[in-house]
């Protein structure tokens, strides 16, 4: 089985400057995907960077950019110039195929972050 | 375009009641996943449904849950005989297909669960 851990259950961050939440997983698959959601007080789960686990190269998405280090199965997420919008809890969630056919979503149990004015 | 809508946005209901929780997926979106999402946790797997094939039902957690999904459309989760530890937010999504699943699954809003 897979499990996601995220180590931190609250962090904060003053606006503009750059916080890096953790994760790491535990699987046996060789092939997978990585992915880091944002949750605001709306409940709505937004997609905020994805990583192909055969990928070496790190994905980056405008401020936000992830440190894949697969063979230590961390996968941080770097939040750079921080925003007041960025509030929310994040998880971070592993994805890989199970054996009833279906592509299914991992999480870890989320980081709430709070950027503060 | 519209996206994944769910209802009720809340419920409450009475500990041995039965509820049904409602997601319209994105239009033209085969794949449909359901998720629970307890105080304090990350998602839960529940249930998937692609297209006409037999849905993945491997984390429903008893045969109190039950899901539909009629015309490859909307889905419904039922819950049977709600007891208190099913208060929870339970969380749709949908993808357009089983391959690109992998990489874009759209959240509804969510319905927050209360049982009493």
């Known amino acids: 089985a897979q499990t996601v851990t995220q180590s931190q259950p609250e962090m904060s961050v003053q606006e503009a400057e750059t916080v890096t939440l953790s994760c790491t997983y535990d699987?046996?698959?060789?092939?997978?995907?990585l992915f880091w959601y944002k949750q605001p007080p709306s409940r709505q789960m937004i997609l905020v960077i994805r990583?192909?686990?055969?990928?070496?190269q790190n994905a980056t998405e405008n401020r936000f950019s992830v440190n894949f280090q697969k063979a230590a199965k961390s996968f941080s997420l770097k939040i750079s110039d921080s925003q007041l919008g960025d509030t929310a809890m994040y998880f971070c969630?592993?994805?890989?195929?199970?054996?009833?056919?279906?592509?299914?979503?991992?999480f870890g149990k989320g980081t709430k972050l709070s950027v503060i004015p | 375009g519209a996206g994944v809508s769910q209802s009720p946005s809340n419920k409450v209901t009475e500990k041995g009641k039965d509820v049904e929780l409602r997601c319209d997926p994105i239009?033209?979106?085969?794949?449909l996943y359901w998720y629970r999402q307890s105080l304090g946790q990350g998602l839960e797997f529940l249930i998937y449904?692609?297209?006409?094939?037999?849905?993945?039902k491997s984390g429903l957690p008893s045969d109190r849950f039950s899901a539909e999904r009629t015309g490859g459309s909307v889905s419904t989760l039922t819950i049977q005989r709600t007891q208190q530890e099913d208060s929870a937010v339970y969380l749709c999504?949908?993808?357009?297909?089983?391959?690109?699943?992998?990489?874009?699954?759209?959240f509804g809003p969510g319905t927050r669960l209360t049982v009493t």
């Open positions: 999504a949908s993808s357009p297909s089983r391959d690109r699943g992998v990489l874009e699954q759209y």
């Open positions: 699987t046996s698959e060789s092939n997978y995907y």
């Open positions: 990583q192909e686990a055969y990928k070496q």
């Open positions: 969630a592993f994805m890989t195929h199970s054996g009833a056919g279906s592509y299914q979503l991992t």
């Open positions: 239009s033209g979106h085969t794949a």
């Open positions: 449904f692609q297209g006409n094939s037999a849905p993945d």
